[in-house]
């Protein structure tokens, strides 16, 4: 499966943006979908997920602040961020996990940039 990030940009504090990760295939095979991030110099983390059933979880540096969601019909799955913060500057990446059996496996899109300064 492809994974098309979208949506990254420069924006001030406080703004907001909506992430956009479109699949080649239906999102429905996919036992969770989310998004990680990685800033200059640090490991990339969690930012938030969502099961195939509509159960979302966040990291607690964004929790009340992100938003993810997922249209199957489209195959997409979006991360809304409001109030953001410089600290949430990073390289955002789209994944999607299948588990076959046991084993899950992971999908990446190729990250879109987000930056967060005045």
């Known amino acids: 499966v492809q994974l098309q990030a979208s949506g990254g940009g420069l924006v001030q504090p406080g703004g907001s943006l909506r992430l956009s990760c479109a699949a080649s295939k239906s999102i429905s095979e996919f036992n969770n979908m989310g998004w990680y991030r990685q800033a200059p110099g640090k490991q990339r983390e969690l930012v938030a997920t969502i099961t195939s059933g509509g159960s979302a979880n966040y990291a607690d540096s964004v929790k009340g602040r992100f938003a993810i969601s997922r249209d199957n019909a489209k195959n997409t799955v979006f991360l809304r961020m409001n109030s953001l913060k410089p600290e949430d500057t990073a390289v955002y990446y789209c994944?999607?996990?299948?588990?076959?059996?046991?084993?899950?496996?992971?999908?990446w899109g190729q990250g879109t940039l987000v930056t967060v300064s005045s």
């Open positions: 994944n999607a996990v299948r588990v076959l059996i046991t084993t899950p496996v992971n999908f």
